[in-house]
């Protein structure tokens, strides 16, 4: 991985740090009679199992998509590809309560792996 595509995965890194603190925020003024830990709980499953595994997926289109629109893109993409995979996980016998830690540690590695094999070429 060049030194380049190192300092844009630490800029990444950083937008989506700050995406967890604002939503973070946004989600304690909204729940105001909940702790905070509860509402930064609450927001780091949604970007464990939602945000981080679709901005990996896009890593893909990085050179041509800025981290806005890789975000939703990525999003949407895992939304459905997680219940279509569900779906057919359960269908295998696999309980859904396995699901989270199954599905998108694998979306994520895809990603990773789809973008190397790009970065390659």
């Not at 995406?19 to 830990?37: A, M, P």
């Amino acid at each position: 991985m060049p030194l380049k595509n190192i300092s844009e995965f630490k800029q990444d890194l950083v937008l989506t740090g700050l995406l967890i603190l604002s939503f973070s925020i946004i989600l304690q003024i909204v729940l105001y009679k909940e702790s905070f830990l509860i509402s930064l709980m609450t927001v780091l499953r949604f970007f464990y199992s939602i945000v981080i595994p679709g901005l990996c997926i896009s890593l893909y289109l990085k050179n041509k998509l800025n981290y806005s629109a890789r975000l939703v893109l990525g999003s949407v993409f895992i939304i459905a590809s997680t219940s279509i995979t569900s779906y057919y996980l359960g269908i295998l016998g696999l309980h859904v309560k396995y699901h989270p830690w199954i599905i998108p540690p694998l979306m994520m590695l895809l990603g990773v792996l789809l973008f190397l094999k790009k970065d390659k070429k």
